[in-house]
């Protein structure tokens, strides 16, 4: 009776433990309990949302909170448009267009996920919940602008929208591939560490992506190519210099040039829980358990930091935003937002409630 009983105590702890880690991002929209932040590029308004439904206004300096709005809808994302006006929020079933200083309900479009703001464009991408298409919208009252169909039989890592809104990137989930030999672990190269390790783990794991880049908003492809890289559902793509970046939770990240070269890099901390990108694709923030980056896209150099520990279950980064002059906000899974200046560094942090 003992005998049988060990394993099955073991198997329970183990299933314990597995239902109480922190689940990477979804391709869906699968909230990790905590805040989501948005800033205004000019920096002037700061707000933050969650699983209370509500959204909070914060004062940028300070992070005190200067007003509170119960919207009814769980928030896992947030955006602002170019002016400030608008404010878009994703929920876990739709997204949702608020004034952008009452934060009155404005309009509710549902069955769309994984929504990319982009201001500079006034264009909302979004993908469609039961697939074959990303859909544009006017970032002012939600009005189609057109569509980029996919193969609806395939599911989507990552896709984002070039800062002017001229170029779709999408990357389809990772495949086995025929193409590409797998090296076991035993014959890895043993001078090998790092980002070079990790780099010739994917280019030998006999997997691969598909690349797609589209003209938008006719949708002509430009370029179709498959990849030895691959990057797992909720990766984001941030597009600087002209080219995407994709930027995925596991912090294998990689830059595709226009004929689908793939240059690979990492960011300066580990899993990436939290990712945030500048409007203008410069600047990437990301973060996991305690620690952060911020990472420039020009020469790939990460600032690193650390916000101090609570007591309790670990607490990680949700997701970050960045202003205009590169001050950035992060929210945590504990309910508070983190304020860092333009070099990364810590100014301020303080808890949400």
């Known amino acids: 009776m003992h005998t049988l009983r060990r394993p099955f105590l073991a198997v329970a702890a183990s299933l314990l433990l597995c239902l109480l880690a922190p689940l990477p991002p979804a391709s869906s929209a699968v909230p990790l309990h905590g805040l989501a932040v948005a800033v205004t590029a000019d920096g002037t308004r700061l707000v933050a949302g969650g699983d209370s439904r509500a959204i909070y206004e914060l004062d940028p300096q300070t992070l005190a909170v200067k007003q509170r709005v119960h919207i009814g809808h769980g928030i896992v994302a947030l955006g602002f448009s170019a002016d400030g006006k608008r404010l878009w929020a994703e929920s876990t079933k739709a997204v949702h267009i608020l004034d952008g200083v009452s934060f009155k309900m404005l309009k509710t479009i549902e069955k769309v996920e994984r929504m990319n703001v982009v201001p500079a464009a006034g264009i909302v991408a979004v993908r469609a919940q039961r697939g074959g298409e990303i859909q544009l919208l006017s970032i002012d009252d939600g009005s189609a602008q057109g569509s980029v169909p996919y193969d609806r039989m395939k599911s989507v890592a990552a896709f984002g929208l070039r800062p002017d809104g001229k170029r779709l990137a999408l990357l389809y989930s990772r495949k086995s591939t025929k193409d590409e030999k797998k090296v076991p672990y035993k014959e890895l190269p043993k001078d090998l560490k790092g980002a070079a390790l990790s780099e010739f783990k994917q280019r030998n794991d006999g997997y691969g992506a598909q690349f797609v880049l589209f003209e938008v908003p006719s949708g002509k492809v430009l370029l179709d190519k498959q990849l030895w890289y691959s990057a797992g559902g909720g990766s984001r793509i941030a597009w600087h210099a002209g080219?995407?970046?994709?930027?995925?939770?596991?912090?294998?990240?990689?830059?595709?040039?226009?004929?689908?070269?793939?240059?690979?890099?990492?960011?300066?901390?580990?899993?990436?829980?939290?990712?945030?990108?500048?409007?203008?694709?410069?600047?990437?923030?990301?973060?996991?358990?305690?620690?952060?980056?911020?990472?420039?896209?020009?020469?790939?150099?990460?600032?690193?930091?650390?916000?101090?520990?609570?007591?309790?279950?670990?607490e990680y980064f949700k997701s970050f935003t960045v202003a205009a002059d590169g001050t950035g906000f992060g929210g945590t899974s504990c309910w508070r937002v983190v304020r860092l200046d333009p070099a990364g560094k810590i100014e301020k942090v303080a808890p949400i409630y």
């Open 243 to 314: 080219l995407p970046h994709v930027v995925g939770y596991d912090n294998q990240n990689a830059q595709i040039s226009t004929e689908g070269k793939v240059t690979y890099f990492e960011l300066g901390n580990s899993y990436n829980y939290g990712i945030g990108i500048s409007t203008d694709g410069a600047t990437v923030l990301s973060g996991g358990l305690r620690d952060g980056s911020r990472t420039t896209l020009a020469d790939r150099k990460s600032t690193k930091f650390r916000i101090d520990k609570l007591p309790g279950f670990p």
